[in-house]
């Protein structure tokens, strides 16, 4: 039995390493489709030079596609984070954010990619952006995905 969304947001935000780093869940759809997740510059994710640790940067978008692909496609599939890099387009200061989707039609490509047992290695992406809406950096996250043998 999976937890429902706002139970699972709770225990998130208290998750050692995403607490440590200041990382915070602000919203996540009751279906896991929508997520977004906010980074506040602090003490404990700044780096030498005043702004944000790339580390912690990275780490505010790592779980994220597999836990949502995850909750959608049920328990019928595999699905594990394979890969993932990271482009810093320029420093990160004040509060950062990202903001994951999933649409119906991603999720139907994943299913038609699948069917016949095959893996599927999508390259989801996500970006970071600062307080003005620019960016800060971009995500790249290249998933596994097969479905299960009955």
């Known amino acids: 039995m999976k937890p429902p969304a706002w139970l699972f947001r709770f225990l998130l935000n208290l998750w050692p390493p995403f607490l440590g780093a200041g990382i915070r869940v602000k919203r996540l759809a009751a279906d896991f489709s929508d997520i977004e997740v906010r980074l506040k510059l602090g003490f404990s994710n700044r780096n030498y030079v005043g702004t944000h640790f790339g580390g912690s940067l990275y780490a505010m978008t790592d779980p994220f596609f597999m836990l949502m692909l995850m909750h959608q496609l049920g328990r019928d599939y595999y699905v594990w984070d394979k890969s993932g890099s990271i482009d ?16 119906p039609g991603m999720l139907e490509d994943i299913r038609l990619r699948t069917a016949s047992g095959d893996k599927y290695l999508p390259q989801l992406q996500v970006d970071i952006v600062d307080q003005q809406n620019e960016l800060v950096a971009r995500v790249f996250k290249t998933l596994y995905i097969k479905r299960k043998k009955k």
């Open 88 to 103: 810093y387009v320029k420093p990160g200061r004040g509060t950062v954010s990202a903001r994951f989707r999933l649409t």
